[in-house]
Structure formats: C-alpha cells, structure tokens
C-alpha cells in the first residue's frame, strides 16, 4: 500500500504544527539546564503544559502554511525564521503566567504572519481583476 504524496505532506504538516514549539522549548531549556531537565519529569502537570504549548505552536504554523499555498515561499521563510524564536522565547516567559496566557501570547506574536497573509491576499485579489 502506498500513501500519496497530499497525504505525507498533511501529516508532516500537523506533526510540525504541533511538535516545532515544545521541540524549540526544550532545546532552549537543555542549552539552560544541560542534562537535568530530562531527569526530573512531573508527570500530568508537564504534559497538560507541553499540550498547551503545542496547541500554541499552531498559531504561527498555519499562518505559513497559509503564506506558502499563497505562493510567497520567501515571506513564509522569513516568518517562520523571524517569528519562530520570539514565539519560543515568549511561550516560554508565558508558561510563568499560566497556559491561556501561553496561548495568548503565541496568538499576539503570530499577527504579523496573518497581517501577511492577509495583505498578500489583497494583492493577489486585486491583481486578478
């Protein structure tokens, strides 16, 4: 049996969408921590967090996917490399405040993606007509 090629790509899509930004935050806490922070796990507490932030991860995910059906590949890139870090660094410092202020702040700091997206919709309507 074989999976076609618009099936591999949704797949690798929703497991990017949601694994990029606990991946990310992990990474920054062993640059941190080292070794320690895979030694202590919480248990419920630090899943129900890692799920929040997943969920978080979205918000930025498909804005560029939205950009890249959009055909503006370099804008999709630039938001990604640009808003993909403050993303992690804001979830982050949010993860503090509580998991509705982690999903506030990735939604307020994916707005310039939307903006984009938003923008680049325009344009392309308008130059149809």
Known sequence: MSVSKPTCRKVIFWVTAFTWLPAGITLISFIRFGLSVFQNTGGADEIML?????????????ACKKLWFQERKTSTVMCAVLLGPITIFGVLIAGLLGPIMMLLYAAIISIPAWLAVFIFYKRGRNENK
Request: proline content about 0%.
């Open 50 to 62: 890692m799920f929040y932030c997943s969920l978080s991860g979205f918000f930025l995910a498909f």
